[in-house]
Nanobody, 119 residues
């Protein structure tokens, strides 16, 4: 089994910054892609950013130039640095990864962390 623990959410004013972290633990053989999703009230969950094992990144258009995703393979962690935050970034943010654990490849989700951008 794999467990994900997220941290770093909170309340920030427009234009501010937050840093989300997600640490994976448990019976992990290897991790493929890692990413962050978000879900705003009344909306579907959407992909925010992903990063492959080799470090290639992908972002939804609305966060390009403002958010940066990174990972530490040695620590099984993924970080989302969010700058120039806007009210429309308000959502619950979820960490996601695909990992080999107990001879199976599965997707795992964090519990979610609230990000609120408001003055």
């Amino acid at each position: 089994q794999v467990q994900l623990v997220e941290s770093g959410g909170g309340l920030v004013q427009p234009g501010g910054s937050l840093r989300l972290s997600c640490a994976a633990s448990g019976s992990i053989f290897s991790i493929n892609a890692m990413g962050w999703y978000r879900q705003a009230p009344g909306k579907q969950r959407e992909l925010v950013a992903t990063i492959t094992g080799g470090g290639s990144t992908n972002y939804v258009d609305s966060v390009k130039g403002r958010f940066t995703i990174s990972r530490d393979n040695a620590k099984n962690t993924v970080v989302l640095q969010m700058n120039s935050l806007k009210p429309e970034d308000t959502a619950v943010y979820y960490c996601n990864l695909e990992a080999w654990s107990d001879y199976a490849l599965s997707a795992y989700w964090g519990q979610g962390t609230q990000v609120t951008v408001s003055s």
